[in-house]
């Protein structure tokens, strides 16, 4: 899959596609990531990208135009038209992030790991925000990192790109790694347990300090049964959301409940 993006710092996107495990997505090519600087698309001597807001208000608006023009080069690049006839399926979507958007979500981000998929063109917003005439002629989704305000999208950009590419086949070490990530369906939409590695016995700020014994014990169905209840009572205490809706769909075991009654939450959560 191909990811174009289109920004105004490509310089603080290039190093996280080279470090890290998911530096192999990229390097193989099973994630391809091309930068579009788009002060290469703006014209003048002054290559200007943004103005005024028509209305007044503080701030800048980036320019509908060389965003256009880097919009159809990128677009001539994967050999598809420069113009979409409106309302045609759309070939490859093109993403806005701002924080206006769909919250970024492990749905969201399966979405755009299918492998084969077609991948998308990643809009970085800078600024005040971008002429709504650009947004509504080319921009199919947007999406944000959060409820904050960013500098610009590059972040949100690196953050989708990552997510992607970690789900890749064959990127992380073991496979069962991101299955076992946090939101993952294969783990119910709960949180992730807790992880230790050695020493058996770290000698903390406040004394010593023990790993649970069970985890010790080389009996894989209790270690798995304490994982399974330490990401219900953390996913309880943390993300109550996310437990309602885990149960909304029918992903707690009886086992989960009985948990979760004696821990005296009730099932209004
Ligand atoms: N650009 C500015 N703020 C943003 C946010 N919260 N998410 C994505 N892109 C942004």
């Known amino acids: 899959m191909r990811f174009d993006v289109i920004t105004l710092f490509p310089e603080l996107i290039e190093p996280y596609l080279t470090v890290g495990v998911t530096r192999r997505a990229f390097a193989s090519g099973a994630v391809q990531v091309r930068l579009w600087p788009l002060r290469d698309f703006a014209e003048g001597p002054y290559r200007r990208v943004d103005d005024r807001p028509f209305g007044g208000g503080p701030g800048m608006v980036m320019l509908a135009e060389p965003l256009h023009r880097c919009w159809q080069a990128v677009r001539a690049d994967r050999g598809l038209a420069a113009c979409r006839v409106p309302g045609a399926p759309v070939d490859v979507p093109t993403v806005l992030f701002s924080p206006a958007g769909e919250r970024l979500s492990h749905t969201v981000v399966s979405r755009y790991a299918q492998p084969g998929g077609a991948g998308a063109i990643l809009v970085c917003g800078r600024y005040e925000g971008v002429d709504q005439r650009f947004i509504d002629a080319c921009v199919d989704e947007q999406i944000s990192l959060g409820d904050f305000v960013l500098s610009g999208g590059e972040i949100a950009a690196v953050a989708l790109l990552d997510a992607v590419a970690r789900l890749q086949p064959g990127v992380l070490g073991d496979q069962a790694s991101a299955e076992q990530d946090s939101f993952n369906p294969a783990l119910d939409g709960l949180l992730d347990c807790p992880h230790y590695t050695r020493p058996e016995v770290w000698e903390g700020p406040?004394?010593?300090?023990?790993?649970?014994?069970?985890?010790?014990?080389?009996?894989h169905a209790q270690i798995e049964a304490w994982r399974r209840a330490q990401r219900v009572q953390i996913?309880?205490?943390?993300?109550?959301?996310?437990?309602?809706?885990?149960?909304?769909?029918?992903?707690?075991?009886?086992?989960?409940?009985?948990?979760?009654?004696?821990?005296?939450?009730?099932?209004?959560?």
Do not use: I
């Open 206 to 219: 406040g004394g010593a300090m023990s790993v649970p014994s069970v985890l010790l014990s080389g009996h």
């Open 235 to 269: 996913t309880a205490q943390r993300r109550p959301d996310l437990l309602a809706q885990a149960r909304a769909q029918g992903r707690l075991r009886p086992s989960d409940e009985q948990l979760l009654r004696e821990l005296g939450y009730n099932r209004e959560l």
